[in-house]
């Protein structure tokens, strides 16, 4: 089996660039060149570079919501390939993994990763198996299969099948894809960090973002390390908002309490926000360095709020979002009323995935 997490903790592995050589190229170079997700192909961990092969992943609109409030901004992420923001890591990670010879993966999922591992995996004509909750819609388990993935549903949560997944890789040697138990998943979604500079010119004051497993959170954090090694800003950064639904919010429960780690959360009930349905993460001391680094806070809701909010988005924004949108809304409401976010700061949430899937 590769072994593709510390050897000595068992924690994630990232990966790290060189920003002591010559020769990166400036953010103009950058800007000029077609957008998408291997723009800045220097920063991916493809050999292929900018022709790395692609489902049309990144450069996703940043739009204004003037009608939920003059300074919000929602990152579409459901305008990716299989309509999630999950097509960005596994457009990068199963690209390495290809390039290295691997043709087949497991992983465990709530539903969008395995669609888009799926959609890779076809692109590539290699093997995919997906484990998924009971609990997951049937669209997103349609989804993998269309594609032509195994999909095993598993009694319990994700990190049930994220046990079953492990076991398949342990006693058959198909690569194990799951988040942050491979390091080039977080490569691709860390791209939505560099696209806020690009999108807007400027990093907003806060960026509220749905976490599950928090990939993107971390990825986007290391973004901002990488573009300050760069050059390209100064050690500014975004306010970083963890959002959970409160009946499984392991890390908002960690933060809060001050702790460096998070316990896994017991007996998680169900959500319409599948993908915030994550007991325990690998990435939990990271997600929690990097809220604290940036000056961050983490914020639980009800799903009465979230679902509120993702009406909200729709009514008022034109965006038909995930539960987990709406979840960053039903935060940004409860962040302003208490003044953590004050008047006039340009606030990002992120629209993780199309709403239709979840029909
Ligand atoms: C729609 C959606 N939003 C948010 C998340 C959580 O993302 P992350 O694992 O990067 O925290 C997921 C993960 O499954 C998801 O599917």
């Known amino acids: 089996m590769v072994q593709t997490v510390c050897v000595e903790c068992g924690g994630p592995l990232l990966a790290r660039y060189d920003f002591e050589r010559e020769g990166w190229p400036s953010l103009d170079v950058v800007l000029a060149r077609p957008a998408g997700q291997f723009r800045f192909h220097e920063v991916q961990p493809t050999d ?195 959002v959970q639904w409160e009946g499984c919010a392991p890390i908002v429960k960690a933060f809060h309490e001050g702790a460096d780690h998070a316990e896994p959360w017991v007996d998680p009930g169900t959500t319409a926000a599948y993908g915030l349905r994550v007991p325990s993460a690998l990435g939990d001391r990271l997600m929690l360095s990097g809220l604290r680094e940036t000056d961050g806070t983490a914020v639980e809701v009800s799903e009465k709020e979230l679902l509120d909010g993702t009406r909200r988005l729709a009514e008022l924004a034109g965006i038909w979002g995930t539960p987990e949108g709406g979840a960053c809304l039903a935060a940004v409401d409860q962040l302003a009323a208490s003044g953590w976010v004050r008047p006039g700061e340009t606030v990002v949430i992120f629209n993780t995935a199309a709403a239709g899937k979840y029909a």
């Open 48 to 242: 292929a570079g900018a022709k790395t092969p692609t489902l049309g992943e990144g450069a996703t609109p940043l739009l204004a919501a003037p009608g939920v409030s003059p300074n919000l901004y929602v990152k579409d992420e459901a305008q990716n390939p299989t309509g999630s923001f999950k097509a960005r890591g596994m457009a990068s990670a199963m690209a390495r993994a290809v390039e290295l010879g691997l043709t087949r993966f497991a992983l465990p999922s709530n539903g969008n990763a395995g669609g888009a591992a799926a959609a890779y995996g076809a692109m590539y004509e290699v093997e995919v198996e997906v484990f998924v909750p009971r609990a997951t819609p049937s669209g997103l388990i349609a989804e993998p299969e269309a594609y032509g993935a195994k999909v095993t549903v598993v009694d319990g949560t994700i990190a049930d099948a994220g046990r079953l997944a492990a076991e398949k890789s342990a006693d058959t040697g198909v690569f194990n894809m799951a988040t942050l138990r491979e390091p080039f998943r977080i490569e691709g979604k860390k791209m939505m960090g560099y696209e806020l500079l690009w999108d807007l010119g400027r990093l907003p004051e806060v960026v509220v973002y749905p976490t599950g497993g928090g990939t993107g959170l971390v990825g986007m954090v290391k973004a901002w390390d990488e573009m300050e090694a760069l050059g390209w800003i100064g050690s500014e950064r975004p306010r970083m908002v963890a």
